[in-house]
């Protein structure tokens, strides 16, 4: 048997495809951005036939640039930008609408409306999420008030519902497989963490009757078969994960105590806690870190909205430079002792602030202020963020000695030395930061029998390199004080 292993990775802002070998190793990568709609203020839509086509696209192009035949891939995994929420015809396949990205606050008003309703501590109790426009639920609702032939479809029984994972295996599949897994459910607002079902109550009061929702998996399981007709032999889908999710199993962060955090769009922070569904009382969401064999292992997760987005936006929106390797030179030139802070809640604050309406500042501007300062500003803010996540999850009695990091920004080492420094804790960067695919790699080969049990994989985790802190405490206070009162300067007041 063939032990490669391809990985889709459809995350907000590109598609890609990754094959790795047994050991883990890299053996070629493909990646195709893709288009960012942006119909209103808050708004963040996506084309689903353009994320299906960038999907085939570097699914054939990596085939092509590796040399491997469709039939030498073992297994397929895929993971994906979490909460975005597509829906289309069941008969045709074809999307009713846009996919409403993670980032889109158009529900914020019927969120409030559900708080003001006290359904916040039932959602809570069941879900381990906050009521926010930032879950699925609320944009199946949207869709359904706004879209005519949404709700046509639904009264039909023709309305099917999927995050981007279900919706890609419905094509890879030729619609013979609507399915998701745990992870992803768990981000839905309408899956019970404890009960492992879609909760009948939940839809009801969410108003999303009648929506045929996917079957719910473990993360390593028989998903469907990816049609010959796709990439030229019948491959098996056998795993699946949320972005996040998956990157704590290519992290091998497999036991209660370890953490991760991924640096893409956004920054997500994910700590594992065992058989026990954590309740947090500093607005972290309790989830679900991966299900395998039946049984679930809990995890505490704080969500920032805005990370590498945010240097994206020094790129294209301001254009500041052109290209982000540029930033680490630019930051360096920086004068870091102007106490310039780039709060970038474009949509909204995430955790543990969970501030819809908030919206991005610069704060501390002087004429000497210079591109590179605002650059190293903006590289800090991610810094900063985190620090917010890991004073809430220790509130919530987690303790950290390290870290573990990866995603497309902390291959900039002064990014990572900045977030050692005003963490005050260890960071250790993998010799393999892309651990998004790697994990659903993982996952899909430990049902085919590439891997043979999580100690294994555990076993193929390597530290490229260690950040130790090297501030001082003092420094570290003053500095991360500065960001408090930027951030007080962003938030909503109330009326």
């Known amino acids: 048997m063939t032990n490669y292993i391809l990985a889709i990775d459809q995350g907000t802002t590109s598609s890609r495809a990754i094959v790795f070998d047994a050991k883990g190793k890299r053996i070629g990568q493909a990646q195709q951005e893709f288009k960012q709609i942006f119909p209103s203020d808050g708004w963040v839509e996506h084309d689903p036939e353009e994320i299906w086509s960038s999907t085939f696209a570097v699914c054939l192009q990596v085939l092509k640039d590796t040399g491997l035949h469709a039939q030498e891939i073992a297994a397929i995994g895929i993971t994906n930008q979490r909460e975005t929420t597509i829906l289309w015809d069941k ?34 109790e069941k879900t381990g999420l906050l009521i926010d426009p930032y879950f699925s639920a609320t944009k199946i609702r949207w869709v ?17 519902f999927g995050t981007v994972d279900s919706f890609l295996l419905w094509r890879l599949t030729e619609g013979k497989s609507h399915k998701t897994d745990a992870t992803n459910a768990a981000r839905t607002m309408a899956f019970n963490i404890h009960t492992q ?21 473990d993360c390593s399981a028989d998903f ?34 370890m953490v991760k955090s991924t640096y893409g769009t956004g920054c997500f922070m994910i700590i594992n806690t065992g058989d026990k569904a954590l309740k947090s009382d500093n607005k972290m969401l309790t989830t679900v870190g991966y299900r395998l064999n039946g049984q679930v292992t809990y995890a505490l997760e704080g969500s920032i909205f805005i990370a590498g987005a945010a240097i994206q936006w020094l790129r294209d929106g301001l254009k500041l430079f052109t290209d982000a390797k540029e930033t680490k030179a630019l930051a360096e030139s920086a004068n870091n002792d102007d106490a310039v802070y780039l709060v970038p809640a474009f949509t909204g604050l995430g955790a543990p602030y969970w501030d819809p309406d908030a919206r991005g500042a610069m704060v501390g501007l002087t004429r000497d202020t210079s591109v590179a300062d605002i650059v190293s500003a903006g590289l800090r803010s991610v810094c900063y963020q985190t620090k917010d996540l890991v004073g809430a999850m220790e509130n919530d009695g987690a303790e950290f000695s390290s ?17 050692a420094d005003i963490l005050g804790i260890r960071v250790e960067r993998p010799k393999v930061t892309e651990t998004t695919a790697l994990g659903a790699a993982f996952l899909a080969g430990l049902h085919v029998g590439v891997y043979s049990s999580l100690d294994e994989i555990s076993e193929l985790w390597r530290v490229d390199q260690v950040f130790d802190a090297q501030m001082e405490s003092e420094r570290r206070n003053a500095l991360y004080s500065g960001w408090l009162d930027a951030i007080e300067r962003v938030k909503t007041k109330p009326e």
């Open 91 to 124: 008969e045709t396949g074809k999307p009713v609408y846009n996919a409403i990205v993670w980032q889109d606050r158009r529900t914020s008003k019927f969120c409030q409306t559900l708080v003001d309703d006290g359904a916040s501590a039932e959602v809570q």
């Open 144 to 160: 359904l008030d706004h879209v005519p032939e949404a709700k046509a479809l639904r009264d039909k029984g023709n309305l099917m």
């Open 197 to 217: 079902q879609w909760d009948a109550e939940l839809i009801s009061l969410l108003g999303i009757d009648g929506v045929n929702f996917p079957e719910v998996m």
């Open 224 to 257: 469907g078969v990816a049609d010959e007709s796709i990439l030229g032999a019948a491959i098996p889908v056998t795993g699946m994960a949320g972005d996040q999710q998956a990157a704590l199993i290519g992290q091998a962060c497999f036991t209660p105590g």
């Open 403 to 419: 870290l573990r990091v990866d995603g497309g920004m902390v291959i900039n080492d002064l990014v990572v030395q900045f977030l």
